[in-house]
């Protein structure tokens, strides 16, 4: 089981440093991206991942950040020749919003199923509304798990795991400290979970709009000095901090600072096209987390 993030930037505000929120498993003969920033397809590129590769596209919640290019990657994908059925999974009302971001799209759809021959896109892909405590099963070994957290405004934002016989993966989406996502993530191999620095507080309250955006970060998001009591709750292998605000000021060493150590496992400062490699263990084992981080 192999994980890329491919995007660690938590927040819409553009940056150099880090990408809008986007990782991806590729387990068997699945290719699930979750959330999908902008720019998404040209991180799987760089990540060594054909676009046309992807079976699932889950989405957390309905921020931009998250969102942008949810209809943008399938889209891509298809584009480039994919012609098998792709799911595209999310809170409502991912249904109707999805549908009215290919109506945008609607011309380049309909004149590019004209020019060169290829099936109907919107026959292609599968979109379905999920809510706590739903599962995506293939047929194969993999099985998805949606599981609601807390990240108002939204009603219903989720949390994922991603399980097969080679390891498990949970990706926290945006969230306050919650059981549902303790719960959600018991056991797992890995734990990607969002974060937030007190140094971005600092950063914001310097802004016009440092009220507003100072208590979304507080009382919406996970301070980074709450997330290792997560993980421990969860028992979880390895932690891997993404979503991160802020991109840039805040250096790995001052991260993990933040984390402090109430997290018996390890723990990882995420970074744009990080690479973890889950290995089936032998008898008895736990399984082991392999990193390698590109340039
Ligand atoms: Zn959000």
Redesign the pocket.
């Known amino acids: 089981m192999r994980l890329v993030l491919l995007g660690t930037g938590g927040g819409p505000r553009p940056s150099s440093a880090r990408h809008p929120s986007s990782q991806v498993v590729q387990v068997g003969a699945r290719t699930i991206v979750v959330d999908c920033g902008n720019g998404v397809a040209q991180q799987m590129v760089r990540a060594g991942i054909d676009p046309r590769d992807i079976t699932d596209v889950l989405l957390t ?1 309905h ?1 931009i950040d ?1 969102s942008a290019d949810l209809a943008v990657l399938p889209m891509i994908s298809w584009v480039n020749g994919r012609t098998d059925p792709v799911v595209v999974a999310g809170p409502p009302p991912i249904v109707t919003s999805f549908g009215s971001l290919l109506d945008a799209h609607e011309e380049d759809l309909r004149r590019r199923v004209a020019a060169t021959g290829r099936p109907d896109f919107r026959q292609m892909v599968r979109t379905r509304e999920l809510a706590h405590g739903d599962t995506l099963e293939s047929g194969d070994d993999v099985v998805i798990t949606a599981a609601q957290v807390n ?1 108002p405004p939204f009603d219903c934002a989720l949390a994922y795991r991603i399980d097969s016989d080679e390891g498990s993966v949970v990706v926290s989406g ?1 969230t306050t400290p919650c059981a549902s996502l303790v719960e959600l993530a018991r056991g797992a191999d890995v734990l990607v979970h969002e974060v937030v620095h007190p140094a971005a507080i600092e950063q914001y309250e310097r802004g016009t709009n440092a009220a507003t955006i100072g208590h979304h970060l507080r009382n919406n998001h996970t301070m980074v000095g709450d997330v290792a009591a997560v993980a421990q709750a969860a028992g979880v292998g390895t932690l891997v901090l993404s979503h991160l605000v802020p991109h840039t000021g805040v250096t790995d060493a001052e991260w993990l600072t933040a984390v402090g150590d109430g997290f018996d496992g390890r723990v990882l400062v995420g970074a744009d096209l990080m690479e973890l490699c889950i290995s089936t263990p032998g008898s008895g084992d736990r399984r082991t987390v392999g990193v390698s981080a590109r340039a």
């Open positions: 919640h921020h998250h990240h945006d």
